[in-house]
């Protein structure tokens, strides 16, 4: 059964760090592109970060751009998060995900329709 995990979520100061993790299981991770994902209260999903399948070339949102960085331990079958920086606008549920098919079919790494696994997120909170 698949399965991805997140952690490593909490709260920090304008200006903090924190590093989230995503544990997977159940898949091939070494060959998939992969996402984190985020949704802040009352808003609508919104693409962060994503990593090709053997995580030579790397994307973010222009919000993120220079603050966040993704990387990827094949070995270790886990995702991660660096989150510098941050911004009382990153606060959202963080979540990783599994493009079904890669990010040549998809398009676009925004295109959710073409994830076929989510983690059930971890809560990162920025406050003053």
């Known amino acids: 059964q698949v399965q991805l995990v997140e952690s490593g979520g909490g709260l920090a100061q304008p200006g903090g760090s924190l590093r989230l993790s995503c544990v997977t299981s159940?898949?091939?991770?070494?060959?998939?592109?992969m996402s984190w994902v985020r949704q802040a209260p009352g808003k609508g999903l919104e693409w962060v970060s994503g990593?090709?399948?053997?995580?030579?070339?790397?994307y973010y949102a222009d919000s993120v751009k220079d603050r966040l960085t993704i990387s990827r331990d094949n070995a270790k079958n886990t995702m991660y998060l660096h989150m510098n920086f941050l911004e009382p606008e990153d606060t959202a549920l963080y979540f990783c995900?599994?493009?079904?098919?890669?990010?040549?079919?998809?398009?676009?790494?925004?295109?959710?329709?073409?994830?076929?696994?989510w983690g059930r997120g971890t809560q990162v909170t920025v406050y003053s």
């Open positions: 159940g898949f091939i991770f070494g060959t998939a592109d």
């Open positions: 995900a599994k493009l079904r098919r890669g990010i040549l079919f998809a398009g676009n790494w925004g295109n959710f329709a073409e994830y076929d696994f």
């Open positions: 990593i090709v399948s053997d995580g030579t070339e790397t």
